[in-house]
T-cell receptor, first 110, second 116 residues
Framework: GQQLNQSPQSMFIQEGEDVSMNCTSS?????WLWYKQDPGEGPVLLIA?????ELTSNGRLTAQFGITRKDSFLNISASIPSDVGIYFC??????????FGDGTTLTVKP | GAVVSQHPSRVICKSGTSVKIECRSL??????MFWYRQFPKQSLMLMAT?????????EQGVEKDKFLINHASLTLSTLTVTSAHPEDSSFYIC????????????FGSGTRLTVV
């Protein structure tokens, strides 16, 4: 089946620093998605990318859909304590099924 | 808009009993819903795709007789964990796909199942 490699697995940063995480896949996806999940909650969509090469921002978050359609990155600028959580990438195929990465746990020290 | 309600949020049941989890789209119609399972500190794993009015499609390795899915209306899908065992303890999350041209997907808030 399809697999996504998400890195890094965890990050410990100081408040105000920028963060970058990425996902790569051996398969092509039609859509790349980035989610944040807080403990005991469902994932919340941060950014959706629909076209190869697309670069999209949502506030301090910026994500790009790789040209090869096999990778994506998420950047968070000027991190704040409430950015703490687990970030998941997901690739979606035409049938609507999403394959999730293993997540990046972000810790922000004030 | 696009709210998905999942109920219950937490449930503790005895081994051997069955548990039903509901996933409702509150303000849109969902022709397709997805059920995921998530173990602690792990990623979401797709269990099955639920289509309104037809049988669910299960992913490889997921027992259809163990995890019964019913999508009887455009706003409700249910997952029943039958004869639950401690190893079924997990976080179950649904996702609903909005029908129409501008479809999108919204996750429920999840159900923490503990089988004792």
């Amino acid at each position: 089946g399809q697999q996504l490699n998400q890195s890094p697995q965890s990050m410990f940063i100081q408040e105000g620093e920028d963060v970058s995480m990425n996902c790569t896949s051996s398969s092509i996806f039609n859509t790349w998605l980035w989610y944040k999940q807080d403990p005991g909650e469902g994932p919340v969509l941060l950014i959706a990318l629909y076209k190869a090469g697309e670069l999209t921002s949502n506030g301090r978050l910026t994500a790009q859909f790789g040209i090869t359609r096999k990778d994506s990155f998420l950047n968070i600028s000027a991190s704040i304590p409430s950015d703490v959580g687990i970030y998941f990438c997901a690739g979606r195929c035409s049938a609507g099924k999403s394959t999730f990465g293993d997540g990046t746990t972000l810790t922000v020290k004030p | 808009g696009a709210v998905v309600s999942q109920h219950p949020s937490r449930v503790i049941c005895k081994s051997g009993t069955s548990v039903k989890i509901e996933c409702r789209s509150l303000d849109f119609q969902a022709t397709t819903m997805f059920w995921y399972r998530q173990f602690p500190k792990q990623s979401l794993m797709l269990m099955a795709t639920s289509n309104e009015g037809s049988k669910a499609t299960y992913e490889q390795g997921v027992e259809k007789d163990k995890f019964l899915i019913n999508h009887a209306s455009l706003t409700l899908s249910t997952l029943t964990v039958t004869s639950a065992h401690p190893e079924d303890s997990s976080f179950y999350i649904c996702s609903a796909r909005r029908s129409g041209l501008n479809y999108g997907y919204t996750f429920g808030s999840g159900t923490r199942l503990t089988v004792v």
